[in-house]
Antibody, heavy 119, light 115 residues
Framework: QVQLVQSGAEVKKPGASVKVSCKAS????????IHWVRQATGQGLEWMGW????????GYAQKFQGRVSMTRSTYISTAYMELSSLRSEDTAVYYC????????????WGRGTLVTVSS | QAVLTQPSSLSASPGASASLTCTLR?????????IYWYQQKPGSPPQFLLW?????????GSGVPSRLSGSKDASANAGILLISGLQSEDEADYYC?????????FGGGTKLTVL
């Protein structure tokens, strides 16, 4: 079945960077986009950006421009999201999600990766 | 003012119907948007439910029961997720989402309690 498996929880200090991975299986990786959405504890969903898994094109939410980078390795069907200059407000669960191109059909979602930013 | 506004909570009885609203900011016309709906239960990622733009442009997610449906209230400039025949398993957070100004935007979510 279609599955996105994310890397484990991370604890980072303010100012550091974090790189979260998302391994896809059960479908042809390059035929869908991968988006990233985060959720702080007890809060709502926040869209971060998207990546075309075929050609690597990306688009980022304005809030994260200059601080986020979304990449992939088609050889191992894995997407990555790197967020730099971390601050405490970045503490959240980060989800990767497969998206049918040019739609808001986000399905399925990974289980999420908790990133904690603390000194 | 937020792009999408959802009531923070809603309660309804088992077997009843619940209408979850997603109001678009003034100046953003609900008629031009597909509205996507997601359900999230505690400790789990969100799950896609459906999208609705019009009766000719709508889609129900695989396995999503037909007692969940989407619609719009143009007079209120809102999208609506209607859940009929409420069951305990419907208790969850529900989020709406639209594509606006080159970004996906989520509403703040509605916590639905079935009691």
């Amino acid at each position: 079945q279609v599955q996105l498996v994310q890397s484990g929880a991370e604890v980072k200090k303010p100012g550091a960077s974090v790189k979260v991975s998302c391994k896809a299986s059960g479908y042809t990786f390059t035929t869908f986009d991968i988006h990233w959405v985060r959720q702080a504890t007890g809060q709502g969903l926040e869209w971060m950006g998207w990546m075309n898994a075929n050609n690597g094109d990306t688009g980022y939410a304005q809030k994260f421009q200059g601080r986020v980078s979304m990449t992939r390795s088609t050889y191992i069907s894995t997407a990555y999201m790197e967020l730099s200059s971390l601050r405490s407000e970045d503490t959240a669960v980060y989800y990767c999600v497969r998206v049918v191109r040019e739609t808001g059909w986000f399905d399925p979602w990974g289980r999420g990766t908790l990133v904690t930013v603390s000194s | 003012q937020a792009v999408l506004t959802q009531p923070s909570s809603l309660s309804a009885s088992p077997g009843a119907s619940a209408s979850l609203t997603c109001t678009l900011r003034s100046g953003i016309n609900v008629g031009t948007y597909r509205i996507y709906w997601y359900q999230q239960k505690p400790g789990s990622p969100p799950q896609f439910l459906l999208w609705y733009k019009s009766d000719s442009d709508k889609y129900q997610g695989s396995g999503v029961p037909s007692r969940l449906s989407g619609s719009k209230d143009a007079s209120a400039n809102a999208g609506i997720l209607l859940i009929s025949g409420l069951q305990s398993e419907d208790e969850a957070d529900y989020y709406c989402m639209i594509w606006h100004n080159s970004a996906w935007v989520f509403g703040g979510g509605t916590k639905l309690t079935v009691l």
